[in-house]
């Protein structure tokens, strides 16, 4: 797409103000990286707080047009318990097809309205296909409406608490996977406490006229910096989460994906949402491949597409992301293999440039995740 066609978010100015290297992403004109660079963005992010510019992903509200549950109807095609989110309570789910193939993965949260409508936030290149599956599936059953005039900013960090606080100390009574309204800036904005990119942190919808002034006012706290598309992936990749369109596509079961834990207990058990009968099926007997977590033993890095090997040199799969992680220290990965390979610590090669690289299968996340979770008594 040539850059004249790009879109271009609320902050862009800001973005091209501050260095940011703008390419095209997703249709929209984003910044990679800023002058500080991936790796130490990446590392700031880790030790104070990181300032995402996320707009260009798909915010909507999902209500109700004949009185039923919107949730209890989303469930018909997302295996996650979400009927029973209470007012602003958050679920990670995943937008299955009928043959139980993940379309793309989301977050759904019960807003406080009286009806029960949902707010939900879809990936970026997928928000036009998951709007339109969802407009014909729930015709005259669910109206969809895009948050167009709002943009989306993502606060992430050890430091993000304190900075955020300081605009209105409510959030502090946050904990991961919830939202609420709050007032920041004397403006009215959707908060929740969550991310993408193993650390606490915050996601804040805000009008889009007032994006930019509410982004310059956190970006005057020394612990936050602008952190572009580069790190925001290196942040996900080490925390083990997946890239909507590389970890998974529309033939990918959520097993396959090892994302279980996006499946509800209960509703594992009813299989009561389409393409159940392949996941339960997966889910009791197993899959033939399995995404797992890569560590390279050497220094090169094991990018997209990289074909892993067994011990015999055979081809069993390929890298579905890579990179160095520079909390790590070191290259990291994720790719499938067959699930008899599939344990932690099982050796592999990976086929970099023709020549063969030891790898182990590993555990993810490869960092340890800090979210501020409810203290169970």
């Not at 271009?8 to 501050?18: C, I, N």
């Not at 997966?282 to 033993?297: D, F, Y």
């Not at 890095?301 to 055979?314: C, F, H, L, S």
């Amino acid at each position: 797409m040539a850059d004249e066609n790009l879109l271009k978010t609320p902050l862009y100015d800001l973005h091209v103000e501050a260095g940011g290297k703008m390419v095209p992403f997703a249709g929209y004109s984003m910044p990679v990286q800023y002058p500080l660079g991936i790796m130490k963005e990446h590392l700031h992010t880790r030790d104070k707080a990181g300032l995402f510019d996320v707009s260009h992903m798909g915010q909507a509200y999902v209500r109700s047009v004949d009185g039923s549950d919107p949730a209890k109807v989303l469930e018909e095609i997302m295996p996650s318990a979400l009927a029973v989110l209470k007012p602003g309570k958050m679920r990670y789910t995943l937008l299955l097809n009928d043959n139980g193939g993940i379309e793309d993965d989301l977050m759904v949260t019960r807003t406080f309205d009286p009806e029960g409508s949902l707010y939900i936030v879809v990936n970026a290149a997928c928000k036009e296909k998951d709007y339109g599956i969802l407009e014909e599936r729930f015709a005259g059953r669910l109206a969809l409406e895009p948050l167009e005039d709002h943009a989306l900013l993502a606060l992430q960090g050890p430091k993000a608490e304190d900075v955020l606080a300081e605009l209105d100390p409510r959030v502090r009574d946050m904990v991961f996977m919830e939202g609420t309204m709050v007032t920041l800036e004397g403006v009215v904005c959707w908060v929740a406490r969550c991310g993408y990119t193993g650390e606490d942190g915050f996601e804040i919808s805000v009008p889009k006229e007032e994006a930019p002034a509410l982004a310059a006012r956190l970006l005057k706290s020394d612990d936050v910096e602008w952190i572009g598309l580069g790190a925001r992936d290196s942040l996900r990749l080490e925390s083990g989460l997946c890239l909507s369109g590389h970890d998974f596509n529309d033939e990918t079961s959520p097993v396959e994906a090892s994302l279980n834990f996006a499946l509800g207990k209960k509703r594992r058990e009813e299989g009561d949402f389409i393409g159940g009968e392949r996941i339960l099926k997966e889910l009791a007997e197993g899959t033939s491949k399995r995404l797992v977590g890569i560590l390279p033993s050497g220094r090169a890095p094991a990018r997209e597409g990289v074909e892993i090997a067994d011990m015999g040199g055979n081809v069993i799969g390929k890298v579905t992301s890579g990179g160095f992680g520079p909390t790590v220290g070191g290259p990291v990965a994720m790719g499938y293999v067959p699930s008899e390979l599939a344990e932690a610590g099982t050796d592999i090669q990976l086929i970099v440039r023709g020549k063969m690289l030891a790898a182990k299968v590993a555990q993810t996340p490869f960092i340890e995740q800090r979210y501020k979770r409810k203290k169970v008594s």
